[in-house]
Nanobody, 118 residues
Framework: VQLVESGGGLVQAGGSLNLSCVAS????????MGWYRQGPGLQRELVAQ???????KYADSVKGRFTISRDNAKSTVYLQMNSLKPTDTAVYYC?????????????WGQGTQVTVSS
């Protein structure tokens, strides 16, 4: 199983970034796909998650600014991040959770750094 993130980088406050995560080795359409982040000295936290059918949920801190979407045909999940703030600075990780009938296994990507300057 591989989850490969891309799209991170350095951006000024108020700017935008679009993260991508391409999955391989899993039945993509049978997995919840999500994005987590871990800022300096902080615990990893859920940012956004999309169900197999694409229903999203978001952390309160990113509602109205971030949008998660998935393309099952491309085995890819995206995170469009707008109106970025310095507090969004973190390593962003792609996450996949299998449906219960597939055993509920969980997988992580290596992470991509997002740095927002003030």
């Amino acid at each position: 199983v591989q989850l490969v993130e891309s799209g991170g980088g350095l951006v000024q406050a108020g700017g935008s970034l679009n993260l991508s995560c391409v999955a391989s080795g899993i039945i993509f359409r049978s997995h919840y796909m999500g994005w987590y982040r871990q800022g300096p000295g902080l615990q990893r936290e859920l940012v956004a998650q999309a169900t197999s059918g694409g229903i999203p949920k978001y952390a309160d801190s990113v509602k109205g600014r971030f949008t998660i979407s998935r393309d099952n045909a491309k085995s890819t999940v995206y995170l469009q991040m707008n109106s970025l703030k310095p507090t969004d600075t973190a390593v962003y990780y792609c996450n996949a959770v299998a449906s219960p009938w597939l055993g509920g296994s969980e997988y992580w990507g290596q992470g991509t750094q997002v740095t927002v300057s003030s």
